[in-house]
């Protein structure tokens, strides 16, 4: 099947040979998010941008990251218009606040989760992420691509079939999406494959890691590495995803 420009993300994620083709999408696409907020292109300049920015806020993970990225001034520059938009809406809560009886239930009184207006508007922002939300937008896409090449292209299915299967958290995915985008055959035919697939490339990492166990044995000391050398971080990247081994992404500048 012909390559179409939407498509080459995902073929490329495939051919690499990863434990995840999501979690290799998923890395490129927060990097190129992170070059777009504080790169050479200096966005954090635009004002719509920076807009955009105070307006979603940033989880505490990508706050680390963007912090790694290494540019000072457009770290600041964007912390600077936030904190006014933050102070801001923080300042209507609190003038919109009235105490009120605590929500409690049972015996011992427990606390209601949920019920402070306070809290509740804390954790609405503790959700909002700029990267976080651009990233959960492109990746419905490249599960629509997916679903899409799994149908029409029996090479990329065949890949699929070969591959190193997914992680836990993007098989998940794979999974609840199918439900949409299959016919109740097509969806027999595909769990007819991941199954296996998933429990195969499950059991070879568990090998993987107990072998390298076993590398620690002094009667093992001469013995061949296997694949093991490297198990840990592929092991956890497989249960939960993402790169446990990857440095810090930074700034090319």
Known sequence: MKEQL?????????????ECPFCFIERNIEQDLLDFVLGSSASYMEADVRE???????CRTHFKKMFDYGNTLGNAWILKTHYRRMIGEMKKEFK???????AS????????????????WVKEKEKS?????????????????????WKQDPEFKEKIKNGKGFCLSHFGDLCEFSDSKMTLPEKEDFYQIMFPLMERN????????????????????????????????????????????????????
């Open 6 to 18: 939407y498509t080459i993300p995902l073929n490329d994620a495939v051919n690499a040979g990863d």
């Open 52 to 58: 955009m920015t105070d307006i979603a806020g940033f």
């Open 96 to 102: 919109a606040y009235k105490p009120g009886k605590t």
């Open 105 to 120: 239930a049972g015996l011992f009184k427990k606390k209601v989760e949920g019920t402070n207006p306070i809290g509740v």
């Open 129 to 149: 992420c700029y990267v976080c939300n651009h990233y959960a937008e492109t990746y419905d896409r490249y599960m629509d691509t997916f679903f899409y090449l």
């Open 202 to 253: 499950m059991e070879r990492l568990s090998e993987d890691v107990a072998w390298m166990v076993e590398k620690f044995d002094y009667r093992n000391k001469d013995a061949d590495w296997k694949n093991s050398k490297d198990a840990i971080q592929r092991g956890m990247q497989k249960l939960k995803g993402g790169y446990p081994a990857d440095d810090p992404y930074k700034s090319s500048k």
